[in-house]
């Protein structure tokens, strides 16, 4: 039985990922500040509570889980930061909460499961990554959240070439514009789009994808 290991998985598209994969027919470990959120999800689902920004709390679920052999392993927790997007009105402690959350977390995630995901089949290693953090789609503005992906992309760009003998395949993954908390009620896609088309896509991913950035259709996108 093939598993997966979520972050941010009590709501939006870590909850889909969840219940995608739940059936799919793979084992789902499912982490989230709030676990209690996954209770009425059908399958094999194991909740976690996980601050992804508590780096204890992350090695201890990686030893907890050390006997595991992770396929697909998505991190996909954030926060948009908002308060700290536009020239005049800088916040110093969102930006570092924005950084940390979305930058830093992910590749602590990483670090300690980088070995449960080698021992694995599939070798899958996704962040769940923004085109906003692209430079060359770059129409100003939102400068926490840009910067903290554009970090993120440049964190799997390394990974991939930092675990390359170990065959991992480590793709950033944007999942568009969806209509979820975080992208408010006018974006133009549903979540029911956009992750059975991103898992679509990771289940395609072959070794020759490593280290790439996509849209959730397939399609690259520009760093």
Same mark, same amino acid.
């Given at each position: 039985m093939p598993t997966a290991l979520i972050t941010g998985a009590a709501r939006g598209l870590g909850l889909?990922?969840?219940?995608?994969?739940?059936?799919?027919?793979? !084992?789902?470990?499912?982490?989230a500040r709030k676990p209690e959120a996954l209770k009425d999800v059908t399958g094999d689902v194991h909740?976690? !509570?996980?601050?992804?920004? *508590?780096?204890?709390?992350?090695?201890?679920?990686?030893?907890?889980?050390?006997?595991?052999?992770? *396929?697909? /392993?998505?991190?996909n927790a954030g926060i948009a930061g908002r308060?700290?997007?536009?020239?005049?009105?800088? *916040?110093?402690?969102?930006?570092?909460?924005? /950084?940390?959350?979305?930058? /830093? $977390?992910?590749?602590?995630?990483?670090?300690?499961f980088v070995d449960h995901?080698?021992?694995?089949?599939? &070798? !899958?290693?996704?962040?769940?990554?923004?085109? /906003?953090?692209?430079?060359?789609?770059?129409?100003?503005?939102?400068?926490?959240? &840009?910067a903290s992906k554009t970090a993120l992309n440049m964190e799997w760009r390394s990974l991939s070439i930092d675990t390359a003998g170990k065959g991992l395949i480590c793709v950033v993954l944007h999942p568009g514009w969806v209509r979820t908390d975080m992208g408010?009620?006018?974006?133009?896609?549903?979540?029911?789009?956009?992750?059975?088309?991103?898992?679509?896509?990771?289940?395609?991913? !072959?070794? $020759?994808d490593n280290g790439h950035f996509f849209n959730y259709d397939g399609s690259a996108i520009e760093w």
């Amino acid at each position: 039985m093939p598993t997966a290991l979520i972050t941010g998985a009590a709501r939006g598209l870590g909850l889909a990922f969840v219940e995608r994969y739940a059936a799919k027919g793979f !084992k789902v470990h499912a982490c989230a500040r709030k676990p209690e959120a996954l209770k009425d999800v059908t399958g094999d689902v194991h909740p976690h !509570k996980l601050e992804v920004t *508590d780096y204890e709390a992350v090695g201890a679920l990686a030893r907890k889980l050390a006997g595991e052999a992770i *396929d697909v /392993l998505i991190c996909n927790a954030g926060i948009a930061g908002r308060e700290s997007g536009t020239l005049g009105g800088i *916040d110093p402690a969102t930006w570092r909460q924005t /950084l940390e959350v979305n930058s /830093l $977390a992910p590749l602590m995630m990483a670090e300690a499961f980088v070995d449960h995901v080698a021992r694995s089949q599939e &070798r !899958k290693l996704i962040a769940i990554t923004s085109r /906003l953090g692209s430079i060359t789609h770059n129409s100003g503005g939102m400068y926490a959240y &840009r910067a903290s992906k554009t970090a993120l992309n440049m964190e799997w760009r390394s990974l991939s070439i930092d675990t390359a003998g170990k065959g991992l395949i480590c793709v950033v993954l944007h999942p568009g514009w969806v209509r979820t908390d975080m992208g408010g009620s006018g974006a133009p896609i549903g979540i029911a789009e956009s992750v059975p088309a991103m898992v679509e896509v990771i289940d395609r991913l !072959k070794p $020759a994808d490593n280290g790439h950035f996509f849209n959730y259709d397939g399609s690259a996108i520009e760093w």
